[in-house]
T-cell receptor, first 114, second 113 residues
């Protein structure tokens, strides 16, 4: 079956530009997570949704980062006024509510800010 | 708060040799433990997990890990590796009542012929 998909796979932005990264979770998965993976590091938690409700956004590094999931399915991570330190791979994961500890990851979006 | 330490950033081994990738965690409460594998240009894939019960858990491709509460460890082992096992391996922890995963920095396993 279809897994978690993310688009675009690669994004190059000039410093100061706004970007939007899309995540399509596995159909029927209630929980959705965003992680940031810097080069040579493990993924770090950004935010978590259960359906359309954003239950935890404590990992968002600044107010330039914003995530939404308005209909409880597709999610968008938006970064405003990008900075070079935002360069990373952004990973999306989804899980079933009843077995939410198994998270299924998408391939990620590699963001490069010049 | 919880944290994960993967003691080796790179582990080179020869094909058919045994391997152990080390993982230690820190947490003030009980935890769930995971190993994920990441192949080049692919997403993270769950390799195995410990939630409760038997402390020895196994994957379908020959890896196993043992939860050791007294040593706060969850080391990953395989008795005989293949070239195709070359990948980055991440240890992760979560709380039963929580949702976020906390990852270690990863171990690059390289299997040489």
């Amino acid at each position: 079956g279809a897994g978690v998909s993310q688009s675009p796979r690669y994004k190059v932005a000039k410093r100061g530009q706004d970007v939007a990264l899309r995540c399509d979770p596995i159909s029927g998965h209630v929980s959705l997570f965003w992680y940031q993976q810097a080069l040579g590091q493990g993924p770090e938690f950004l935010t978590y949704f259960q359906n359309e409700a954003q239950l935890d956004k404590s990992g968002l590094p600044s107010d330039r980062f914003f995530a939404e999931r308005p209909e409880g399915s597709v999610s968008t991570l938006k970064i405003q006024r990008t900075q070079q330190e935002d360069s990373a791979v952004y990973l999306c994961a989804s899980s079933l509510r009843r077995d939410r500890n198994e998270q299924f990851f998408g391939p990620g979006t590699r963001l490069t800010v010049l | 708060a919880q944290s994960v330490t993967q003691l080796d950033s790179q582990v080179p081994v020869f094909e058919e040799a045994p391997v152990e990738l080390r993982c230690n965690y820190s947490s003030s409460v009980s935890v769930y433990l995971f190993w994920y594998v990441q192949y080049p240009n692919q997403g993270l894939q769950l390799l195995l997990k410990y939630l409760s019960g038997s402390t020895l858990v196994k994957s379908i491709n020959g890896f196993e890990a043992e939860f050791n509460k007294s040593q706060t460890s969850f080391h990953l082992r395989k008795p005989s590796v293949h070239i195709s096992d070359t990948a980055e391996y991440f240890c992760a922890v979560s709380q039963p009542s929580g949702s976020r995963l906390t990852f270690g920095e990863g171990t690059q396993l390289t299997v040489n012929p």
